[in-house]
């Protein structure tokens, strides 16, 4: 594999250094890249080479202390992947409804040029909201954080079956730290919205 990758970005305190950012835009493209295929009338597991993979996007983290006693922090990402082969073709599920092209017809290999990388989705957030109170003895806090990714591809081909819709996931998160931060007694929650998706 031959990695070539750019990356630029910034970082800066803002608003009285009661917030910080940090921000990057990247390109890369890898040469001669290796995947895994999964799948056939065998669901075999085949290493395969790539001509070539390009990837870019951009990732930014802020936080910021709202408040005395709030904190928040954001995260996004924006990442764009392509595999660029137009001779390479994968077995598939026979069972699947395949959407990339078959010349062969149903069942047979189906070429993946342009498809993006498994489990890469476009678009990733990320949200924690913090609000705590000091007493003499130590602090009760509230805690929220969700996450957000954008639909992803479980294989190399695409299908109906092997796609994993888009996922938001929420916390809740309640307790008292004391001690100086050496005991914390919680209550918390994940997937408080009790969201069902397939992850793989």
Known sequence: ENNTSFEVGVKA??????????????????KD???????????ANILLPVDKVVGSGFEMDLQALITPNLLASLGVGYNRTKIKD??????????????DPQPGGVGTPAFIDGNPLPQAPKSTVNFTLRY????????WYVLTDWVYRSKINFFLYESIE???????????????????????????????TDEIRMVG
């Open 86 to 99: 137009k001779a390479l073709n994968v077995a598939v599920c026979a069972q699947c409804t395949v959407t």
């Open 13 to 30: 305190d803002l608003l009285d250094r009661r917030a910080r950012i940090n921000f990057g835009v990247y390109s890369w493209r890898v």
């Open 33 to 43: 890249f290796q995947v895994t295929a999964v799948g056939g009338a065998n669901n």
């Open 132 to 139: 705590s109170q000091p007493t003499p003895s130590g602090e």
């Open 162 to 192: 092997g796609t994993g819709r888009a996922l938001t996931e929420g916390g809740l998160r309640v307790g008292y730290v004391w001690g100086n931060g050496k005991y914390e007694a919680a209550l918390f929650g994940r997937n408080i």
